[in-house]
């Protein structure tokens, strides 16, 4: 009974502690300055969504937000084919498959930051500087080791009994790929898909060296224009900051039930 308690107990405190900043975020988003700075903890005295009005109005934040979700669906979306084909080869063992594997996942163990110059150079010299396909493409050179981890892992759980079973039956190398593998590893490219969109919505290093306008520049970057040196309504940034982190909650919870659901229908099957 007090081994319950105690696990219950360290569950509402984390989730408090997880929860209270978004909470305290949202409401404040709601609130006057006079409100904010009077009475931070406070509910707001009127329920009104003039500060999300404003924070459209003062910047192009929808474009941000497109800008965002082309470089994340875009990055995942190579990330996920690449790391289907590596992980399908790395099934195989050849002469050089172990090598391959750690050199895949070395990328993991690299600091990113120690990356910015050589990136910045090679992004430039491709003229795709302030665009969203030079962000995309960083990211999905980024975070494929994420990717394809976590790919090959639930790939590898794929029984050898089956693949032999096509091969048995006729089935060529690309087919049973196609046929097999493909659908029974759909759940891991999910549960990698959430990772990589809400990494890759979240990322802002690579987005502000990369970018220069409004044009080609996400919403993590754009958000910083509402809290400026000489300007700073912090009600309307926190609205901003609330419909910049809404898509990744949104994401999350739609996915995750979905995932779940595959996985069940791929265990059975």
Known sequence: MLGKIARWSVLVVFTLITLAPLLWLVLSSFKTDAELFGNPFGL????????????????PLLLFLRNSFVVALLSSVLIIVAGLLASYALMHQFRLSRFTF???????LLPVNALMTPIFF???????????????????GLFFPLGFLVIKSYMDTTPMEILEA????????????????APLSAPGAV???????ITAWNELLFASILTQDASAQTVQVGVRYFLTAY????????????MAIAPTVVIYM?????IVDAMTAGSLK
């Open 44 to 59: 707001p005295a009127s329920w009104s969504f003039v500060n999300y009005q404003d924070a459209l109005d003062a910047h």
């Open 102 to 108: 750690g050199f895949l996942l070395f990328g993991i």
């Open 122 to 140: 090679l992004v430039n010299m491709m003229g795709l500087y302030n665009n969203v396909l030079g962000v995309a493409l960083v990211y999905a």
């Open 166 to 181: 096509a091969r048995v039956d006729g089935a060529s190398f690309h087919r049973i790929f196609r046929s097999i593998v």
């Open 191 to 197: 549960t990698a898909g959430i990772f990589l969109m």
């Open 231 to 242: 300007s700073a309504n912090y009600p309307v940034a926190f609205a901003a900051t609330v």
């Open 254 to 258: 739609v996915l995750s039930e979905r």
